[in-house]
């Protein structure tokens, strides 16, 4: 019997799959030597290898001064590459990505963009020690007098709530202010909350676990209630980039109430962040850290397309990797040569000297037929694509004829194409039809 909630049927979940789904990490041994097949990569052992040497650099906050250049033919991992190393540096490392051509907007300066996106790739770990009281709620009444039209008809003045724990009960009278909270988190006695001393915020966790029968289906998350006393000192790691302090300081604060929020709406176009908000904010962070209260993190930032950068971007690039809180630059280009944009000057991958002399460089190689077909083999089981040997050929000829990412693009196309005519796997016709459908632009 199928089994049904509310009016329709439970439906198969489909997650979203992006280009570079497949990429978890380098794919390297324990002695950072490339595995040929590993971590959605097949090949580029040299690039891979070298691209290791790189996150431990980072690691180690050894890459002051250099940059990193991954040159190469367009679909032969550039950008693959960049993503394994930031999932080789974990979670905690900031990892920003733009392109070379998002520089140029009508409304910020150049280098504008390239601060703001530095400031996204240096990170900020910030621990606080704050005072809270935790537990189930035994009880909340809320005391008043009959003046204002709130709660039905009645003026907040006063708040009280009694919070339980396992070892004892503690009763707490919160602020008027707080009644909104309280209404926003929809509390009622059985709740488990959490409210913070010194921002006098309150946050509803789930329902006491003594509850939990209340219901023979229901989306309710069920707590225990919780151990020790109900005031508690919590420790806890605040991770932000440069970018959010930048962002939180230059919000302008005219409340949070409805009116203020449609007239924020209004204000769509794009502002500068000043140069002297950020010197305060950066006074502010180093003031942190010498105090042992917060730490810095540099980050990645990756610049796709470098090539499309100016002399003046170039310059600034070139100042930056001085700074001793720069991120990682890592930065990609598909030029052999090209002209210095700004300039008219022809240049080795279309760069100034000056930045080039900064560069580790890391080559790429076009994929040979076999590599083809291992990569193609690999993004079929990330999509969840089966398909016959004849089909899977058909696609290496497409690849070596246009290029692997056309082939690889042309795989869901094939896999609609079969499901329509009731095929379970794709085969060499279907990936005919999917080619005439879509053929390529250029070529």
């Known amino acids: ?12 979940q489909h997650s979203r799959t992006c280009a570079h789904s497949h990429i978890t990490g380098l794919g390297l041994d324990k002695e950072c030597a490339a595995i040929k097949t590993k971590d959605g990569f097949f090949g580029q052992e040299n690039a891979r290898e070298a691209a290791g040497v790189i996150v431990a650099l980072t690691k180690k906050q050894k890459m002051a001064g250099k940059a990193v250049l991954l040159a190469g033919p367009s679909g032969t991992g550039k950008t693959a590459l ?81 919070l339980k724990c396992q070892k004892g009960k503690k009763s707490l009278r919160l602020d008027p202010s707080m009644y909104g909270n309280i209404l926003s988190e929809r509390v009622r006695t059985g709740d488990i909350v959490t409210i913070d001393a010194t921002s006098g915020s309150l946050k509803r966790l789930g329902r006491s676990e003594t509850f939990s029968a209340e219901h023979d289906i229901e989306s309710e998350i069920y707590l225990p209630v919780p151990k020790g006393d109900v005031k508690k000192v919590k420790e806890t790691v605040h991770q932000i980039t440069l970018h959010d302090l930048d962002s939180a300081h230059a919000c302008p604060k005219d409340g949070q109430d409805a009116i203020a929020l449609i007239n924020r709406l209004g204000k769509t176009k794009k502002t500068e962040i000043t140069e002297k908000l ?80 900064r560069f580790l460089i890391i080559q790429t190689q076009q994929y040979g037929k076999e590599d083809i077909k291992a990569v193609l083999v690999i993004r079929a089981r990330t999509e969840n694509i089966s398909m016959e040997e004849g089909a899977l050929e058909a696609l290496v000829e497409i690849a070596e004829r246009t290029s692997l990412r056309h082939a690889m693009h042309l795989m869901a196309p094939a896999e609609i194409c079969a499901k329509s005519g009731g095929f379970e796997k794709i085969e060499a016709a279907h990936i005919k039809e999917a080619e005439e459908l879509f053929c390529p632009v250029r070529r």
Do not use: W
């Open 278 to 357: 950020r010197n305060k904010v950066n006074a502010s962070v180093t003031d942190l850290v010498l105090k042992g209260a917060a730490e810095i993190i540099p980050g990645v930032l990756f610049i796709d397309e470098v090539h499309m950068l100016d002399a003046d971007c170039f310059a600034f690039l070139n100042r930056a990797l001085e700074m001793p809180t720069a991120p990682t630059f890592v930065l990609a280009t598909n030029k052999k040569e090209g002209v210095v944009r700004g300039t008219g000057i022809r240049n080795t991958l279309g760069i100034s000297n000056d930045l080039l002399d």
């Open 82 to 162: 960049a993503l394994g190393m930031a999932r080789e540096l974990g979670e905690r490392i900031p990892f920003c990505v733009l392109a070379g051509s998002e520089v140029y907007s009508a409304e910020v300066k150049k280098t504008e963009i390239l601060v703001e996106n530095m400031r996204k790739a240096i990170g900020l770990k910030i621990k606080t020690v704050s005072t809270v009281y935790e537990g189930e709620v035994a009880s909340l009444v809320f005391n008043g007098s009959p003046k204002a039209f709130t709660d039905g008809g009645k003026k907040i003045t006063e708040i009280n709530v009694e």
């Open 1 to 12: 019997m199928e089994e049904r909630t509310g009016t329709g049927a439970q439906k198969k």
